[in-house]
């Protein structure tokens, strides 16, 4: 899809409508996109702010892996996944003309997923299309299993089980605790870009992490191999 949808706002400044780039999906992780200075990705924004097709090109390309990635860990779903990342960039195109770097520029940009994502969750729910009813959950920072030593098929298809039951797990979650798992455990972010995305101090970031760790750990006492009271 282009970003003919782009042209339906008319900003201050006339912005001409770039292609999507029709390659396969880079596979961006988090330490590369970290990685990649703050200072950099601000100065192509600030390149799009003046109607760089180019430098918006750039950005996309850097950051629609983990806007994909994250998007599909909180919805449960590739192809929301894609129409959430698409989103985003349609909305960073369009606000480019109002764009001023005052936070930084990852954390500006997982702030329009935060909201798209909130918004979809939303409306799925009111509309009861998806049915988060099933508990079975696992343990945030590491996975630990319980008697997996045994190698061969039975150790893969427990470890697949797990896995299963943690993806069912975290999309049980609240979604504020379910974005703060993804952004911690999943995308290795820290605690202090956490707090800006989701707009709260660290020590609720941390307690809201803390329950949602012994959600996912009661929930997947059988697999972990524990007593729950």
């Not at 292609?19 to 799009?48: A, F, I, K, Y």
């Not at 329950?211 to 997947?220: F, I, P, S, Y």
Request: aromatic fraction near 6%; include cysteine; glycine fraction near 4%.
């Amino acid at each position: 899809m282009t970003a003919a949808s782009i042209a339906g706002l008319s900003p201050p400044i006339l912005m001409p409508e770039p292609e999507w780039p029709d390659l396969p999906l880079p596979s961006v992780s988090s330490d590369t996109v970290d990685g990649l200075c703050d200072e950099e990705n601000v100065r192509l924004m600030l390149r799009v702010k003046e109607g760089d097709v180019r430098a918006f090109e750039r950005l996309v390309e850097l950051h629609q892996g983990i806007m994909i990635g994250t998007a599909t860990r909180m919805l449960g779903n590739l192809e929301d996944g894609h129409d959430i990342a698409q989103q985003v960039f349609i909305r960073v195109w369009k606000s480019a003309p109002r764009y001023e770097p005052t936070a930084k520029f990852t954390t500006w940009l997982f702030t329009i997923m935060r909201n798209l994502v909130f918004n979809e969750t939303r409306r799925r729910s009111r509309r009861k299309e998806v049915a988060l009813e099933t508990d079975a959950d696992d343990d945030m920072p590491q996975r630990q299993y319980a008697d997996l030593t045994t190698p061969g098929p039975d150790h893969l298809a427990q470890q697949e089980e797990l896995e299963n039951a943690l993806d069912r797990a975290i999309a049980a979650l609240p979604e504020k605790q379910r974005l703060a798992v993804v952004l911690r455990r999943q995308e290795d972010m820290p605690y202090e870009q956490i707090c800006e995305i989701l707009k709260m101090s660290l020590p609720a970031v941390k307690s809201l992490l803390f329950r949602a760790r012994t959600e996912l750990r009661k929930h997947l006492a059988s697999y972990l191999g524990e007593d729950v009271p």
